[in-house]
């Protein structure tokens, strides 16, 4: 009999110290959890609202550009030249395209009332409808109104971004003056920018976790001990 109550403490220690890691590591993975996905949520929500705030602002700033610049030369256009025969209007479209600074980076297109690019300053669009939305609006819309297109360019499935303003003559919209310009630099200074943040909040993670793994082993793990010692004791 004595054997067999000896043998069943024993078995019972066995238990209580096979357990005990156990119930140690579940206390670290409660720590973890209650300390460091706050964090992560936190940094996550931080990040996006980030990486949607600069997009926002780098698109925002890149279309007022674009809508200033096509006000300001459509504005020339209607007050001196859209009054004055197609032949004029014509001649100082050409020569509006062939003086365009920034043809490297923005594409200047005239468009005729069919939707169709006479002038532009890629030779290699003349001709062509782009058929995007903005050109529709500007030419049924009228007024002294930018009309701004964001999306897939229909002819060549690139990403751009395009405003058109209204050619008027007569108090009749003839023409519309379109700028566009791709968003493939836009985009990739978007990501390398997005990409920084996405690295600090890494970083940041990180020494969360290491500061929680330390306090774990200096101070968690000791309390666990002593109270698990002290359950034993009672």
């Given at each position: ?93 050409v020569r509006a395209a062939e003086s365009f600074e920034d043809k490297n980076r923005i594409e200047m297109q005239f468009i005729s009332s069919s939707g ?16 995007t939305p903005d050109i529709s609006q500007a030419q049924e819309g009228g007024g002294q109104q930018a009309y701004p297109f964001q999306g897939m ?82």
């Amino acid at each position: 009999d004595r054997a067999d109550v000896r043998g069943s403490e024993t078995v019972a220690q066995r238990k209580r110290i096979r357990w005990r890691p156990l119930r140690l590591r579940g206390l670290q993975h409660r720590w973890l959890f209650n300390t460091v996905m706050p964090v992560f949520l936190v940094l996550a929500l931080v990040a996006v609202l980030v990486s949607v705030g600069i997009s926002s602002y780098f698109y925002g700033s890149m279309q007022k550009g674009l809508e200033s610049r096509a006000q300001a030369m459509a504005n020339s256009f209607n007050d001196y030249f859209m009054d004055s025969g197609y032949n004029t209007y014509y001649q100082m479209a050409v020569r509006a395209a062939e003086s365009f600074e920034d043809k490297n980076r923005i594409e200047m297109q005239f468009i005729s009332s069919s939707g169709r690019i006479q002038v532009s300053t890629s030779g290699l669009t003349a001709g062509t409808a782009p058929g995007t939305p903005d050109i529709s609006q500007a030419q049924e819309g009228g007024g002294q109104q930018a009309y701004p297109f964001q999306g897939m360019d229909p002819q060549t499935g690139e990403q751009i971004m395009a405003v058109s303003y209204p050619l008027v003559s007569h108090d009749r919209v003839v023409g519309v003056l379109r700028l566009v310009t791709s968003l493939r630099l836009v985009d990739r200074q978007i990501v390398l920018v997005v990409f920084i943040i996405m690295a600090v909040g890494v970083i940041c993670m990180a020494l969360v976790l290491i500061s929680s793994l330390l306090f774990i082993n200096n101070v968690v793990e000791p309390v666990a001990v002593v109270t698990d010692a002290a359950k034993r004791i009672s």
